[in-house]
């Protein structure tokens, strides 16, 4: 692992795993060798998650909302949706799917990896 700083302007927003959320890097890949990821991600106005059932081969996933809100389900846990200033941290492989989120959708995403895989059901 080494020291990094990412500046606001280093990295730009990028399409990535979902089509209708914007990827920003954070440089923490970078940083430990893959071994954890940091992204800051935000929905693309006018496009919408589909509901799909999926879990992540991660050892560890949190997120933090940044603005606006967003509706998920766990199976075994119900629904909740969440605020700026929420945290959730999502148990390895737990099953989840997103089922709603505002246009204005922003927040923090940190996983271990960096790169994982995503296992739709």
Do not use: C
Not at 2 to 23: C, P, Q, V
Not at 25 to 35: C, H, P, Q, R, Y
Not at 57 to 79: A, C, P
């Amino acid at each position: 692992m080494k020291f990094k700083i990412t500046r606001a302007n280093e990295n730009k927003f990028e399409s990535g795993l979902r089509g209708f959320f914007e990827y920003k890097n954070l440089g923490i890949e970078e940083a430990t060798s893959g071994n954890f990821g940091a992204n800051v991600i935000r929905a693309v106005k006018g496009k919408h998650a589909n509901g799909e059932w999926h879990y992540h081969k991660v050892d560890f996933q949190m997120v933090y909302i940044l603005k606006g809100t967003v509706k998920f389900e766990y199976k075994g846990h119900g629904e909740f949706t969440f605020y700026p200033g929420d945290v959730i941290y999502q148990p390895p492989e737990i099953h989840h799917r997103e089922i709603e989120h505002s246009d204005d959708l922003e927040l923090i995403e940190i996983t271990s990896p960096s790169e994982f895989k995503t296992i739709k059901l």
